[in-house]
């Protein structure tokens, strides 16, 4: 029997489980198998004993070992098998979209079928299984689902597998794993038809209620997890060594956090600080350390302290439904569904419709996450967006331009509704589209006489008439495409389209991300217009 026991320095919430693992002594023979941890910490090779209690007992040389199947992955044609896997449509990929949302999705759906929902936790952690009867439990049985909840890397290895039929993600598909699935046979994962944003979050940066601290920078955030702060008085709060809280390598989470935070000139991320599997893992070590920080989904601070956010222009933002809706807070993300191609049932195609549409956004806002649904909002003087105007270093001829789109604040709402484009190009990004089913549905119930102004901005590369020029062809575009989709629906709506130029950005035009949300067009609505 071969056994292998390897270990990375790095702590983890895995290692520390294995460590406090019990020795006990059974009598039995089974085949060899490996016990891994998602980020690849821990990886253990034995003989498979037994699986009981939501453990897997293997024998070892150590002897013989009960790891808890929170912790890790059984890998090997000795694993058991759980009577789970018959679920008609599996679905598999990030923990933030499977704890988070798929539970409130489920029974929503249900509901939407007339239908009861039957969901169980497996014998495995982060397993879940969902039973549909119709008629409202006394009729047919219309299926099941079984949601594994792991990392967005998963998503895309179970898709590519075959092993899934719907990928959750928390970051969007990365190119080499969309050729990967395009190559074999998978299709366009990016296309309308099989990349799909269901929801948007905010990563919130918490640390233990009883920490002093109120905002943090994201150049701060950069010092502490390149590893060059590490002390909480060098940020105004107590003299206490800094625990820096992670995700395993594969998690989508991490990916956005890194993406957003770090640039490739500034200082780096390194791999060495205490790594946790899941959001509520982060949570509860923060809520249980008060040397801590980390970072989670805004459904998942579990009574963790949040912090506001400094972006790298000085201003300061909180997680904010309208915020997130937008795509203007720093650390805002979209959180996906994939399929293939060439593998969807009807059950699935189904589902995803139920899960894309306004029938899930109550389910999605009760599970903690930003639904895609329009809100409004007043833009008046005292609002965050006027003050910056207000303030902002400008010469005369800017200034007019200041004071023009002031005028136009005081007469408008703006809908949270916000086109962007894909980098390079004059095509609505992947969720412009959507985005502009949903505009056409609010505004057909609007009386007529309604009016709207599509607003473009820009980023300020380039002279500033230019670019308020450009602004303004991108409004113009917008509109001749909302036209084309409506094919005659809002035809007793007025929409005209201005263009303010780089004024009033949005984010930081110090880096791409930051360019790239300045470079969008809003929808404001006459405050004449009511609902």
């Known amino acids: 029997m071969r056994n292998v026991l390897n270990f990375s320095s790095k702590p983890t919430l895995s290692v520390s489980a294995l460590l406090g693992a019990a020795l006990i002594t059974l009598s039995a023979n089974a085949g060899e198998v490996a016990l891994k941890s998602a980020d690849g910490t821990v990886n253990l090779v034995g003989e498979f004993i037994d699986f009981k209690d939501d453990n897997y007992i293997i024998r070892t040389a150590l002897g013989d070992l009960r790891i808890s199947a929170s912790r890790v992955r059984c890998e090997g044609a000795d694993c058991p098998k759980f009577e789970t896997e018959t679920a008609d449509v599996r679905i598999a990929g990030s923990d933030t979209v499977g704890l988070g949302l798929m539970p409130l999705l489920m029974s929503g759906y249900a509901s939407y079928l007339d239908a009861e ?12 299984l969902a039973n549909f009867v ?12 079984l949601v594994t909840s792991t990392s967005s890397g998963d998503a895309f290895k179970t898709l590519m597998g075959g092993t899934a039929s719907i990928g959750m993600a928390s970051r969007r598909i990365r190119p080499a794993e969309a050729r990967e699935l395009r190559d074999a046979g998978a299709g366009n994962m990016v296309s309308i038809d099989q990349e799909h944003i269901v929801a948007v979050d905010s990563l919130v940066m918490v640390v233990h209620p009883n920490n002093p601290v109120d905002t943090i920078s994201i150049e701060q955030l950069q010092q502490i997890y390149s590893g060059q702060m590490t002390n909480w008085s060098e940020l105004g709060g107590p003299d206490l060594p800094i625990k820096a809280i992670s995700r395993q390598s594969n998690s989508g989470t991490l990916s956005v956090f890194k993406n957003r935070v770090f640039t490739e000139d500034g200082p780096q991320y390194v791999d060495n600080h205490t790594v946790a599997e899941t959001n509520n893992d982060v949570a509860a070590i923060v809520n249980d350390d008060p040397s801590a920080i980390g970072f989670v989904g805004y459904a998942f601070q579990r009574g963790a302290k949040p912090l506001n956010l400094v972006n790298e222009c000085g201003l300061e933002s909180q997680p904010d439904p309208f915020a997130s809706k937008t795509e203007e807070y720093a650390l805002q993300r979209r959180l996906y569904l994939y399929n293939r191609g060439d593998q969807l049932d009807e059950q699935a195609q189904k589902f995803l419709e139920f899960a894309l549409s306004e029938n899930a956004d109550g389910v999605v806002t009760k599970s903690g996450f930003i639904n895609l649904g329009i809100k409004r909002q007043s833009q008046s003087m005292d609002s965050g967006r006027a003050k910056n105007l207000i303030k902002a270093q400008a010469d005369n001829y800017e200034a007019g331009v200041i004071r023009e789109m002031l005028a136009q604040m005081l007469e408008h709402d703006r809908l949270s509704t916000t086109f962007r484009f894909r980098t390079g190009s004059s095509k609505l990004d992947e969720r412009g589209l ?5 505009l056409i549905s609010y505004l057909e119930g609007k009386p007529e006489g309604t009016e709207i102004t599509l607003v473009g901005f820009t980023d300020d590369v380039g002279a500033f008439d230019a670019n308020r020029d450009l602004s303004k062809v991108r409004a113009q575009q917008v509109a001749a495409d909302l036209a084309a989709f409506a094919n005659g629906k809002i035809d007793h709506v007025k929409i005209n389209v201005d263009g303010f130029g780089e004024v009033a950005p949005a984010g930081c035009n110090t880096s791409e991300i930051g360019r790239g949300v300045n470079r969008r067009v809003e929808v404001w609505v006459s405050k004449d217009v009511q609902g």
């Open 117 to 128: 929902a039957s969901i169980s936790n497996t014998a495995q952690e982060g397993v879940m």
């Open 134 to 145: 119709g008629d409202g439990g006394f009729g047919d049985e219309l299926g099941s689902f």
């Open 434 to 438: 959507l985005d502009m089913q949903r």
